[in-house]
C-alpha cells in the first residue's frame, strides 16, 4: 500500500485501514450469518497489511470483538485496535446512550475482556446527543471518565466520535485527542474546515461511512470518473480521502474477502486534477 502513514496515538499507522462494523449481523446486531467467513476476512486484512482496525463492543454487541480476538489472537505487534464506548444497544437493535460513569467503566472493560486485551490502545468516547449526527453537549464528565481509566493503564490514548467542532475543541482543553471520527466522505463534506485543523495540529481524523454507508454513494459523477480510470466507484471514493487531506485514515467495513482486496486497491490509484475537481463538485 503506498498512501503512506500517520501516526495514531503511540502507533504509526497505514493510512488504509480496516472497520469491523460490518462483520456483525444484520443491522450490525447479531452474529455473522458466516463467522468463518467474517473471520477469513479479518486474516486477509492483515495478510494485506492492515494495521488499524477500528471496532466497538457495542457492534453485535460482543460479535466484532470476539471474531478481531479469535482470527488474529495473538496480535501481530504493530496492530492499532481502536475502539468506541459511549453507546449501547437495546434488546430490539436500537442504539442508545450510555454516558453514565458505570456505563463507561464497563464498556471498557467488555472490550478489554472481548478483545483479550490488557490495554485499548486508543477508545474513542462516541457522543450521544444525537444517534445519527453531532450535536451540541457537554463531554465534560464523560471525559473525566476516560482520563481516569487512562491513568489506572486501561486506555492509553482518547478520541471522539460524532462531535462538533466546538466539542473536539473543549475536549483537547480537557485531555490530548488523537483522532476523531465522524461521518465524511465525498458527498458529507461538513468537516472539511475541522479536518484542515486537525492536520495542522498532527491529529488523525478517521470518517466513518468513507463510502456512504448504509447508503452507498451512488452517482453519475463518481461513476464516469470511476470508468475513465479503468476503477470501482468505491475505489474512486476511497482514493478521493486518501489523496484528501494526509491525516485521514480510512477504514472501509466489508464482509468479503473479494471486496477488501478491491478496497486495498485503491491504494495505488492516483486521482488526476480533472478527476478531483469533478469529485470535489459532488459536495452537498
Sequence with gaps: ???????????????????????AGPGVFGPPRDPAGARAVLRAAIAAGVNHIDTSDFYGPH?????????LQPYPSDLAIVTKIGALRGTDGTWLPAFGREQLIQAVHDNLRNLGLETLEVVNLRAMFDVHVPAEGSLEEPLSVLAELREQGLVRHIGLSNVTPTQVRDARRMVPIVCVQNQYNLVHRGDDALIDTLAADGIA???FFP???????DSATLSGVAEKLGATP?????????QRAPNILVIPGTSSVAHLHENMAAADLQLPPDALAALNGMAR
Design 63 to 71: 460479535v466484532t470483538n470476539q471474531l478481531i480476538r479469535e482470527a
Design 1 to 23: 500500500m503506498t498512501p503512506g502513514t500517520y501516526q495514531l496515538g503511540g502507533r504509526t499507522v497505514k493510512r488504509l485501514g480496516y472497520g469491523a462494523m460490518q462483520l
Design 205 to 207: 481524523y478517521v470518517p
Design 234 to 242: 468505491m475505489q474512486v471514493a476511497i482514493a478521493w480521502l486518501l
Design 211 to 217: 463510502l456512504g454507508g448504509f447508503s452507498p454513494l
